[in-house]
């Protein structure tokens, strides 16, 4: 089993990652000083592939358990939802020592980690993710939240779990496309943090693509130590973190023009890349044979690069100044200088962009 510390002084913890190895969780809950009664929170799709070996490993530990489930989709993170888990939470008498397992994609962790940050002031939470998008990046970094009808992601809390624990082997059954999201997020660590791993993403294509287990374990653990590394910098994103956006200024903008229904975030974000890319290009902080590198891996693993012709530039660009990355009509780029190495650039003009958008692919 591999482990990585993310190191945040009294809110330190562990991500685990192994095969086979979600019947091992109700032994590791015992370490922690936790009150007898748990409650995993899941959706009926993952909690009927994973929900028995999950349930069955923390009553054998001997802890009472209860299972609260939400219908499965990103349109049911809201605070609606979340009043339903607490609902359930005071029903069950949950206490302020009791903790939730969240057991399934970044939807799951984030709406369960906002419940555990504010149930009776905050309880533990432990991210058991199942989503390749949520063991390399949304079950690391306490970042929760749930969505407002005007925004994603508008309400939240940072609440770090106590534990991740990440079984590679429940990426068996994840769908295809679902797969290709999560490595759109992995390219990115290559891209801002580690010329290495991009290496690997561009000469392990198949292996990764087949699940070999090493290869993809490398990829996860790797992507771990680079967001535990840059989250113990940087928990609340005040600086360093805010690398972490590559590629999701324009992602961003791209999912919530077409209504978060035509791509998968992974998607939006495999195009921001690309076009933040270009744009760094054209302000002559990258050269172009490194921004073709980016084009070729994100092409090479059938995500989309380019942005869709029908998308209505004057639309993305209203998007980005509203986003909450926006401050003070400023907007922030992460731009990489080369594969491997980024900076945080602010004050790219509006026409900059339009022009990018509206330029020919190359
Ligand atoms: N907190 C953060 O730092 C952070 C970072 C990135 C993304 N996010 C959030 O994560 C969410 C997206 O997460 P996601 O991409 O994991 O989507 P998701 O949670 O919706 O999961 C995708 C689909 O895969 C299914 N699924 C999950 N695991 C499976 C498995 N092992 N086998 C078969 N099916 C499985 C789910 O039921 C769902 O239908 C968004 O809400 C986004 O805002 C949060």
Redesign the pocket.
Known sequence: MEKIRVDLAERSYNISIGNNILEGIGEKLKLFDLSPRIAIVS?P??FS?YGDRVSNSVKKAGFELSTITIP???EY?DLLWVQHIYDELLRIKLDRSSALIAL???????ITGFAASTYMRGISYIQVP??L??QV??SV?G???VNHKLG??MIGTFWQPRLVWIDVE??K???KR?LL?GIAEVIKYGVIYDGELFDFLEVNKDKILNLDSRAITYIIKRSCEIKADVVSKDERESGLRAILNYGHTIGHAIETVSGYKRF??GEAVAIGMFLEARLSQMLGLIDKDQVSRIKAVIDSYGLPSEMPADMDVQSILLSMRLDKKTVAGEMKFIFPEKIGQVRIHKGVTENTIRDLLQSKPI
Do not use: F
């Open positions: 959706n799709t993952v592939l499965d989709g990103e993170k399934g994609g970044g939807v799951i962790g984030d199942t989503t998008l949520a990046d949304s970094g970042k929760t939240g994603k992601n429940t990426l059954t994840l769908p679902e999201a998968l975030h």
